[in-house]
């Protein structure tokens, strides 16, 4: 089975920094990534899939990249509203591991 | 527009069973799968469960695998997990979420829509 790390455990940055979270998986997965955003108390939300392709509706201040077993997430500038914990999770095959997350706080 | 509800969530004692439901709308329903997800409290995302769009392959976590089942209901657009032999570990909120399947890639198994989860406490 494929694990998934990611790092930092958590941060705090002031609204406008630049932001970068990397996520390692424990075999190349190609880039079958997804990004998951998950504001306290709320369902959890789908940011970025294929590594760096963003869904529709997400703010292009976030962004991914990597391929293989090394992957990045970037907020280009920190909002408030961009408080959440953020996991990745890899889709190259069950199990559908996720990462432990990473908490964003201002 | 998407929706999925799940329902079902309880208090039940260890070894107990549950069925949770997680009733979907706005796609058609044969043509996508279905993950389930759940949430400890205070904690992280678990992958638990995924059942391919036409319901011939089912996944699972090591964690549920014996104890947890798939099934879903055609005629209702409804998707199933029975829960057998509870523990106080699987309690937490349990998400079902719709994979996107059609993303351009040769896999888009990642999980585009969420329900809005459902409890389920395990405790004597």
């Known amino acids: 089975d494929i694990q998934m790390t990611q790092s930092p455990s958590s941060l705090s940055a002031s609204v406008g920094d630049r932001v970068t979270i990397t996520c390692r998986a424990s075999?190349?997965?190609?880039?079958?990534l997804a990004w998951y955003q998950q504001k306290p108390g709320k369902v959890p939300k789908l940011l970025i899939y294929?590594?760096?392709s963003l869904q529709s509706g997400v703010p292009p201040r976030f962004s991914g990249s990597g391929s293989g077993t090394d992957f990045t997430l970037t907020i280009s500038s920190l909002q408030p509203e961009d408080v959440a914990t953020y996991y990745c999770?890899?889709?190259?095959?069950?199990?559908?591991?996720f990462g432990p997350g990473t908490k964003v706080d201002i | 527009q998407v929706q999925l509800v799940e329902s079902g969530g309880d208090v039940v004692q260890p070894g107990g069973s549950l069925r949770l439901s997680c009733a979907t709308s706005?796609?058609?329903?044969?043509?996508?799968?279905i993950h389930w997800v759940r949430q400890a409290p205070g904690k992280g995302l678990e992958w638990v469960a995924f059942?391919?769009?036409?319901?011939?392959?089912?996944y699972f976590a090591d964690s549920v695998r014996g104890r947890f089942t798939l099934s879903r209901d055609n005629s209702k657009n409804t998707h199933h997990l029975q829960m057998n032999s509870l523990r106080t570990e699987d309690t937490g909120v349990y998400y079902c979420?719709?994979?996107?399947?059609?993303?351009?890639?040769?896999?888009?198994?990642?999980?585009?829509?969420w329900g809005q989860g459902t409890l389920i406490t395990v405790s004597s």
């Open positions: 999770q890899h889709y190259n095959g069950a199990p559908f591991t």
């Open positions: 075999q190349g997965i190609t880039n079958y």
């Open positions: 294929a590594a760096s």
């Open positions: 706005a796609f058609t329903f044969n043509t996508y799968g």
């Open positions: 059942i391919q769009f036409d319901g011939t392959n089912k």
């Open positions: 979420a719709k994979e996107n399947r059609f993303c351009g890639g040769a896999k888009c198994y990642f999980l585009d829509f």
